[in-house]
């Protein structure tokens, strides 16, 4: 059964970047479209990004031309370059499939954005 690890996360001011990774134990061909999600104090886990097996994105509106999602089939692996952050990107940061399927949450990398 394929596990997703999440890794890169961490401290960092207001108009900086982070990369994200996220590891697959096995094919994330065979899981098909991948995406990365989030979740902030208080609230629901939202949708951030979406890449295809094929290369193609998209993105919630609030992240938008700041993230950029790619993926290496041959690496297995997700990857989210986070620019230009801000205080409310500040969340626990998951990658699963695309839609997300239950059994690959993980335990998400901590992204915190400091003023």
């Known amino acids: 059964q394929v596990q997703l690890v999440e890794s890169g996360g961490g401290l960092v001011q207001f108009g900086g970047s982070l990369r994200l990774s996220c590891a697959a134990s096995?094919?994330?061909?065979?899981?098909?479209?991948m995406g990365w999600y989030r979740q902030a104090p208080g609230k629901q886990r939202e949708w951030v990004a979406r890449v295809t097996v094929g290369g193609s994105t998209n993105y919630a509106i609030s992240v938008k031309g700041r993230f950029t999602i790619s993926r290496d089939n041959a690496k297995n692996t997700v990857y989210l370059q986070m620019n230009s952050l801000k205080p409310e990107d500040t969340a626990v940061y998951y990658c699963?499939?695309?839609?997300?399927?239950?059994?690959?949450w993980g335990q998400g990398t901590q992204v915190t954005v400091s003023s």
């Open positions: 699963n499939a695309f839609p997300a399927i239950f059994r690959f």
């Open positions: 096995g094919s994330i061909v065979s899981i098909g479209d």
